[in-house]
């Protein structure tokens, strides 16, 4: 059985290499994106078994990236990462969490650990 991968949408780099970082270390494969074209654009992003995303990812969105992920046959786990404030966030999808930043290190973990 291989590695989990988890997919990291951040425009923020010390936000995008933490995660990027902490997830490896615990054993997780990980792609890590700057922008929603960058990971649009990847066919192996649409493998992925988690997609952690800033909601202040410039462009649609989170939700609406999150969307179009599974327009294009993503079915994971979304993490959506938001900015203190943001929780009044709408979240219609049963397979979408939420964290409000800033968090650490094992509020993280608790979550992609999830079975």
Known sequence: MGQT?????????????????????????VLSY??????LA??????????????SLPGAGGTALVQTMRDHGWDGVALL????????VAVEDPH????????DATAIMAVVKLP
């Open 96 to 103: 979408m969490l939420v964290l409000e930043k800033p968090f």
């Open 34 to 39: 700057a922008d929603e074209e960058a990971l």
């Open 81 to 88: 990462m938001l900015e203190h404030q943001d929780g009044r």
């Open 42 to 55: 990847d066919p192996a992003a649409r493998e992925a078994a988690w997609l952690l995303i800033d909601q």
């Open 5 to 29: 991968l988890i997919a990291v949408a951040a425009h923020d780099d010390a936000l995008r290499e933490s995660l990027d970082l902490l997830l490896r270390a615990a054993g997780f494969e």
